[in-house]
């Protein structure tokens, strides 16, 4: 697992993880239910999309949009096993244990506080 503050440098050179931003409806959504409300819909989509050991449609588990949670996942490349693997040295293939979910939730609750 990566420091946040190293992390979000990394993110931030990425022409693609840097391209990520709310739309209007998500911006407003994320207004309307409040950052407590977002942070557990976040952490039950990381129990139920990202935890698992092995995901059968891993890469592609995680819309681009429809949930603040969604962008902020691509965003911080925490939107499947791969881009664990490769962004937060997360490794694949073994179910998240419950300090790298934690984790995960960290890193999305602090985009999405930036957004705020």
Request: with cysteine; net charge positive; proline share 4%.
């Amino acid at each position: 697992m990566r420091e946040l503050d190293e992390l979000f440098a990394a993110l931030g050179r990425s022409r693609f993880r840097s391209s990520f931003q709310l739309n209007t409806h998500d911006s407003h959504y994320l207004h309307a239910k409040g950052l407590p409300v977002i942070q557990d819909h976040a952490r039950d989509f990381i129990a139920k999309r990202l935890a698992p050991a092995l995901i059968v449609n891993d890469g592609k588990q995680t819309p681009f949009r429809g949930h603040p949670v969604f962008v902020a996942q691509h965003a911080t490349a925490c939107c499947c096993r791969g881009c664990l693997q490769k962004w937060h040295l997360i490794p694949a293939g073994r179910a998240l244990h419950a300090d790298d979910q934690e984790y995960v939730l960290q890193v999305l609750m602090h985009w999405l506080e930036k957004v705020y």
